[in-house]
């Protein structure tokens, strides 16, 4: 109850009316290490509680006709408030040793200890007690394979944001009734509000409560969903730990990032992700997709939809040139090589806004006889090693590694450690990512400064060549 | 308004009884996207705020007596409560345009508009407004230099966990009055209850509310101390862009995370950070430091205490053999070579309980004729790249790196990132890592399960020999 996390969702319960939701809070005085801030002060549990929206029952938790009658009183699913059971314990009650006392909190009890508190408790007993099972014609709600998803269609060369293909996809997917949409009031920037708009009784608007967006894509997906959630991707930052216990409880949720890195240009540092990357590789069993163009997006939200596991798009917010034809396939764990040839002396490789200018770095090094591969690096994780070390052998291992993002744990992270792990490597790298903490400009200006614009890429693909 | 970190930060504003703080909320009805949650229902925010101990001022936030009076009111330091003033404003206000309207969010307005609306609010003025400067007598607080601190001495062989060797050393540090320390509910875990119960005026129980025990700890350091916040690393990731946030406003505060990895053993996985090193490696500008032995732990909290920035000690549960003597330094982006030769063949990298592992495999290695460099990687950012170049150089590029952290982003990415960004590397790396969903275990049995023990460690490295 001390985590902030509880009351953004007590107010979106209350905010959408979740009468069918009962908290037990159980009010034991005792925290790991003493007593708790509000210790058995029920009445400011209550009164946080219904300023928060919920109805309010206090019992004494150790008296099971209140705990049956609260549970009764609060299934009366005729109101619009969601309930909060306030049920006053004391932790450890019934073995005198520890009850109520400090510093037994997650620590097994000493056998002898242990057989005192079971006799006093009333000796070995075997009680097997059933909950209700859920009601019967909620099954799991699966996707009907038989309906056919529309993508957006984007002409190459055309300027489109990925984060207008990710609205445009989602709402095209939306013909599937198991998809749902929700986002941290930034929908208009996300571009979910396309998705709100064609399916609006599948969207929810959880305001700037990261955590809880997190949360309530976890839970529509237990019932069967398959959820989506947006936000800027810096602000995904706050719901960490939602999305590592996510992946701890087996979710598949699906997250979508926008306004990521300097590339958001005016906005300043605090609104720019540049450690996203990091963080949602270092999930386990994350899938972590960065597309460059509306094409490439629209077909891994797609495939996006039908991932196990945690999985992440992280969007942008210009509107970059088209680069793929409609129907390329973009599977996950895949690349693109966008320029190839026998004579290829260096590899460069980008994604997102860094890709774009890789393609105008190798236009300037075959002005000057340099050829360059180009690979679109757009599944980050899992990453195509086979592509990587085939480029390795192909251009004597040498990578200019281009992100918008802070040089730990991102693209260049994903390459190198993919490269070692494939064997002997041998390898000259020219990396370049944010180094310098960014302030506000032009989208030109901040690529520059941080040195990962289509000039730096050429520079260092010169460098390993000299 | 709408972050449960609000609320986290309204509780302990009352549990300390900060009367001294004033909050102003301007309810100006809209968000980014359309109107907000709450709108114009002040009356919902006043019992939010009051239920979590705050007086209420409602005022007319455009009317600037009842502001005045409003800070006058507030300004009576006399009570026990922070002050919160709900200031009711119409966003836009005095530009009929753009008054009250959708959609304007964080645009400029466009020039013909900004002309209009400056006519209509009285023309092009130049008021220079200043507020009241901080009361003298608060000067920014400075450690005397002067002051000994005594740190704690360990015996080598002695076992003592890394958590112990930080609340021993923090509570020594306690003799410079600018440490101040504060947790998250676990400090007999952490061990920062050494520091409580040394320093009790300088300690403070932030309850389980990791974003508002940051957000504090930037406060604190605002106001010349130097902070010192811990919990158990896993729970960092609640408060990471609380964190970002701090690199941005360049706070300098010190972070300490218990309880690392897989080696906890019987909690299971929700407690154990494997994505931590990740996540506090990605900050700008971050030291990342992950002791492995009780004197470098100790030197370690007394070298963070100096550094600006945002830096984080990762600590391990259990107890392990001192491996250094007192005295010994233990600076900032060093490593030390445990156990190195002339005829090395392969170079075994560890932190925390896989440094220990990797001293074990070197005994076994050793038995079979095989001579292995053994580095303590104490400072995974900054790393020390002379030491690795040095090690590659030795052992034929051959790196055993085991970390009990996921794969992404952590010790393994540490050293490859540093080794290609040094020059041409020619590297034969086995990366161990926790790789699969740990369970619940012994210590020993979930370090082998994940394949980070010496037997593993020992069987990598033969491998590249191989």
């Not at 996300?190 to 969207?203: D, E, M, S, V, W």
């Not at 992440?312 to 599977?331: H, Q």
């Not at 236009?363 to 180009?374: K, N, T, W």
Request: with cysteine; aromatic share 6%.
């Amino acid at each position: 109850m001390a985590e902030g996390s509880i009351w953004e969702a007590f107010d979106k319960a209350s905010h959408y009316k979740l009468a069918n939701l009962i908290a037990i809070v159980d009010v034991n005085r005792l925290g790991q290490r003493g007593p708790t801030d509000l210790g058995w002060d029920l009445e400011a549990y209550r009164r946080r509680a219904e300023a928060f929206g919920a109805r309010v029952f206090e019992i004494d938790g150790h008296d099971v006709a209140a705990i049956d009658q609260a549970l009764a009183e609060a299934g009366d699913l005729s109101g619009e408030r969601p309930s909060v059971i306030l049920a006053r314990t004391i932790k450890g009650r019934g073995a005198s040793e520890v009850e109520d006392r400090e510093d037994w909190h997650g620590k097994p009890l000493p056998p002898e200890m242990a057989e005192r508190a079971i006799t006093e408790l009333g000796g070995e007993r075997h009680l097997l007690v059933r909950g209700p099972a859920p009601a019967d014609g909620q099954p799991r709600l699966r996707a009907d394979r038989a309906i056919e998803v529309k993508l957006p269609v984007y002409d190459r060369g055309q300027k489109v944001a990925t984060r207008k293909a990710y609205g445009e996809a989602l709402a095209a997917l939306g013909a599937r009734p198991d998809i749902v949409a929700m986002d941290g009031e930034v929908s208009n920037s996300t571009f979910a509000n396309l998705f709100a708009q064609a399916h609006p009784g599948r969207f929810f608007e959880m305001y700037i409560a990261e955590q809880q967006l997190v949360a309530a894509a976890v839970g529509v997906g237990v019932r069967g969903y398959r959820p989506f959630a947006s936000t800027f991707a810096a602000f995904f930052t706050r719901a960490y730990d939602f999305i590592r216990m996510a992946a701890i409880s087996r979710a598949s949720i699906c997250l979508a990032g926008s306004h990521a890195g300097v590339e958001i240009g005016a906005d300043g540092p605090s609104q720019m992700a540049l450690e996203d990357l990091a963080m949602m590789r270092a999930v386990h069993g994350s899938a972590v997709l960065y597309p460059s163009d509306a094409t490439s997006a629209a077909a891994l939200v797609e495939a996006m939809a039908d991932l196990d596991g945690i999985s992440y798009m992280r969007t942008t917010r210009g509107a970059y040139p088209v680069l793929y034809e409609a129907g390329e396939s973009f599977p996950v764990g895949g690349s693109k090589l966008l320029r190839s040839a026998d004579d290829d002396q260096v590899t460069l490789i980008g994604a997102g806004v860094t890709l774009h200018a890789c393609l105008a770095a190798a236009d300037q090094l075959r002005d000057e006889g340099i050829s360059a591969r180009v690979i679109d690096l757009y599944s980050v994780k899992p990453v195509d090693t086979a592509t990587l070390s085939a480029a390795v052998a192909a251009t004597g291992g040498r990578l200019v590694i281009a992100e918008d993002h802070h040089p730990e744990g991102g693209i260049g992270s994903a390459v190198v450690d993919a490269l070692t792990a494939a064997g002997r490597a041998e390898l000259s790298v020219a990396h370049l990512a944010v180094r310098e903490m960014p302030g506000s400009g032009t989208t030109e200006e901040l690529l520059a400064e941080s040195g990962i614009d289509a000039d730096a890429i050429a520079a260092a693909a010169r460098r390993l060549l000299a």
